[in-house]
């Protein structure tokens, strides 16, 4: 009978030392059986490792097609351990399998109800216990520790045995009182798992058996326990229904700042360090790829900077007692020779050179979703790449081609699919013709495609039953008005009659006049600028002119009896909803919108602040004469008039902008008179709320208000009569301006007084 033999390699999950020590063991040792720490509900589809469309970065995901919260991805890297020894057993063609507790019961585990003690524990303040091992080795932590001693070596001897009898140490070390009781079953689950695959490997005569796991679980494989112990804690154990694919994957979610449990720090540091396995002058090609992007950012990077930030490296290298300059040594040196001390340009480096910006790609016929296989398609046709680093896409509507990409994105976004985000509209003033996408592809937009997935098999049928959806559900009208504007955005035609009769049913019992006038400008802007993405909107215009006088007839009796948190809300709704209606042109709809403003102006009952508004937004109109706004300021601005309410009239009437005073000398007067009035009490009461409503205008306004303020009223003056200009008498209103304005005091107002 042939001896068995089983050969523990412990690894870090990501990392190009390991993996290539372990492709060399393995090439050796010729194993007739592979186990490697992994999901066995993905063992189906490990044939596809060698298909040449299968480029890493990538993911295996395990989801569960009945549940969208549940969903756990494998990351691999080219220099990943477990990529490299999953393509050897390939490759030989010998029995590769994955060890870990599978998927299936792991999500049914979650399910269940946790322990009041499950949460009693709290994070040990030593944080990971390889750290223990950096820091007594004179590191800063355990990624720097392990970087150096194994990921960035390019000796040839052997580091499993160290790694094992390191493991041994610190699991003896570690107290389980470190874990909650929740995170021990897990584990001692996930490790009775192993055990029992790796019995189950020797009991069918497989002679020379390699296990590829975590370092951390080697000493739990090492000697096994009697079967019976892990059969009965695996006993019983919860399953449910999953299923598995390939997705791509970038360096970025590989990286630890993305939240990535297993993540690395630099996942392009280590792809550099493996594609240059074996080179002499890593340190070199490193170095020039960074002068390369140094040039193309117009910074100033010669050969001799690059050769003197190499010695540096080298230097530090040996002062550290270091083989080979690492990431820290030429980071320094890069920084100290090239950027001359600068820690802004390092930016650049770290996100191109340490993180990373590669995006994997997976076969086109991998399992997947039809929804997925739907954009795969779409993407090709309309030429979007996926990418993973930000790129800025402008279409012009005008084009057939680009008016197809925007509605592509558009259906993306309504299914919470975001590829990109809207980051603005073009070159043009209007918006019509122009859309400025940001573009970035993450990993976990599989899973929401995934998700997304149960609404239709392709883009188009599944945004439009999602948006039917969502309409049925929503209880308010801007809710209803903002989703048939992305529906039409998106051309889901289907879908608009049904979004429409659920919005003019529901307005038709809306009272809520905030709501009424929430809804008014998506939907104008649904009528205004439809004409360029061809789309009907006439039903949309019949449910406006129904909802438009309604919110004109509700206005003024919205506007009474609200605090100033409420009236400041109330104020934004109307000038958005005036802003609408003005670029409807629709003159039946505007007058009645005047009406209501007319009413909200002129009448006593509203707060001051909409009342204010209301006449400013007249007078710009020009529907109100200046003797009438003149009329309603005076009343407003009356000494009788609490000081508080006057101001807060001053404040919408004034609406963040200062050229109705800059070029109306009779209301200019009219504020003036008024402050002018106030005696230092009711002054100093109102001077907060002064002060908050200049400080809106902009920094030109500000000082042409100065400018005015410091001439008194020469200008004015000499415009309507011909009265001698009193230079004192101007002047004793400096420090009051200045006082509303926030400006410094001026040497000549102490002349003057």
Not at 664 to 684: R, V
Request: charge should be negative.
């Amino acid at each position: 009978m042939t001896e068995q033999t089983v050969h523990l390699f412990g690894i870090r999950h990501h990392g190009p030392g390991c993996a290539r020590s372990l492709r060399q063991a393995l090439e050796t040792l010729q194993p007739d059986c592979l186990l490697v720490e992994g999901p066995p509900d993905g063992e189906s589809i490990l044939p596809f490792m060698q298909h040449e469309q299968m480029q890493p970065p990538v993911a295996l995901l395990i989801y569960a097609p009945d549940d969208s919260h549940h969903a756990a991805f494998y990351p691999f890297a080219a220099f990943s351990p477990e990529w490299q020894a999953l393509r050897y057993g390939l490759e030989q063609n010998i029995a590769v399998r994955f060890m870990d507790l599978p998927i299936s019961h792991q999500f049914a585990l979650d399910d269940e109800k946790e322990s009041d003690d499950d949460d009693a524990v709290e994070a040990s303040p030593d944080g990971d216990p390889l750290d223990w091992l950096g820091r007594a080795a004179g590191y800063a932590d355990g990624e720097s520790w392990w970087s150096h001693r194994v990921e960035e070596r390019e000796d040839d001897l052997s580091l499993f045995e160290a790694i094992r009898e390191a493991m041994i140490a610190l699991r003896q070390a570690d107290p389980e009182a470190r874990y909650s009781a929740r995170e021990q079953r897990r584990e001692a689950l996930r490790e009775a798992y192993m055990r029992k695959t790796l019995r189950q490997a020797k009991k069918e005569g497989f002679a020379r058996i390699a296990v590829v796991c975590g370092a951390w679980h080697v000493p739990a494989l090492e000697k096994l326990p009697p079967a019976k112990n892990d059969n009965e804690l695996l006993k019983n154990l919860p399953k449910c229904k999953v299923a598995a694919a390939w997705t791509p994957w970038s360096y970025e979610a590989l990286s630890r700042a993305s939240g990535y449990g297993a993540g690395v720090v630099s996942p392009e540091w280590y792809d550099h360090l493996w594609r240059y396995q074996g080179a002499s002058h890593r340190d070199i090609g490193w170095l020039s790829r960074a002068a390369r992007l140094f040039r193309e950012a117009d910074l100033d990077c010669s050969s001799a900077h690059i050769i003197e930030a190499a010695r540096l490296a080298q230097t530090l290298a040996i002062m550290r007692h270091h083989p080979q300059p690492g990431l820290d040594e030429l980071c320094e040196a890069l920084q100290t020779v090239v950027c001359m001390g600068e820690s802004a340009p390092m930016q650049m480096i770290r996100q191109k050179l340490i993180v990373g910006d590669a995006l994997g790609s997976v076969p086109d016929d991998t399992p997947v979703v039809p929804l997925q296989r739907d954009i795969t398609q779409q993407q090709k046709t309309l030429r979007l790449k996926a990418e993973a680093s930000e790129k800025v896409l402008d279409l012009d509507l005008r084009k057939p081609g680009d008016l197809a990409r925007s509605q592509l994105l558009h259906r993306l976004t309504l299914l919470d699919i975001s590829w990109g985000h809207l980051a603005g509209q073009g070159n043009n003033s209007k918006g019509t013709f122009h859309e400025v996408w940001s573009l970035r592809w993450e990993p976990a937009l599989a899973m929401n495609i995934i998700t997304a997935s149960r609404w239709g098999n392709s883009v188009e049928h599944a945004s439009a039953r999602y948006a039917i959806e969502r309409a049925q559900h929503a209880s308010t009208l801007p809710e209803l008005a903002k989703l048939i504007q992305q529906v039409l955005l998106a051309d889901l035609q289907t879908a608009i009659a049904p979004i429409a009769n659920a919005l003019e049913s529901l307005a038709a019992t809306q009272g809520n006049s905030e709501q009424l006038l929430e809804a008014l400008a998506p939907l104008v802007a649904i009528v205004r600028y439809g004409n360029v993405r061809q789309t009907n909107s006439g039903m949309v215009m019949q449910v406006l002119m129904s909802l438009a006088p309604r919110a004109a007839i509700a206005l003024p009796g919205a506007c009474s009896a609200l605090n100033d948190d409420s009236a400041a809300r109330m104020r934004e709704k109307v000038i958005d909803a005036h802003a609408a209606l003005r670029l409807l042109d629709n003159e039946e709809l505007l007058t009645g919108w005047w009406q209501a403003l007319m009413v909200l102006a002129e009448g006593s009952t509203a707060h001051a602040l909409l009342r204010g508004t209301a006449t400013r937004l007249l007078f710009d109109l020009q529907t109100l004469t200046t003797e009438r706004i003149t009329t309603l300021m005076n009343l407003a601005l009356s000494p009788a008039n609490p000081p508080a309410e006057s101001a807060a009239w001053a404040e919408g009437f004034l609406n963040e902008s200062a050229m109705v005073l800059l070029h109306n000398s009779e209301l200019w007067q009219l504020i003036d008179a008024w402050l002018s009035g106030l005696n230092d009490e009711h002054f100093t009461r109102i001077l907060p709320m002064l002060r908050r409503t200049f400080a809106r205008f902009s920094s030109p306004e500000r000082r042409q208000l100065g400018e005015r303020a410091a001439q008194g009223e020469r200008v004015a003056q000499q415009e309507e009569t011909s009265g001698i200009w009193d230079e004192q008498r101007a002047a004793l209103m400096l420090p009051l301006l200045r006082r509303i304005l926030a400006l410094p005091p001026h040497e000549r107002e102490n002349h003057v007084e």
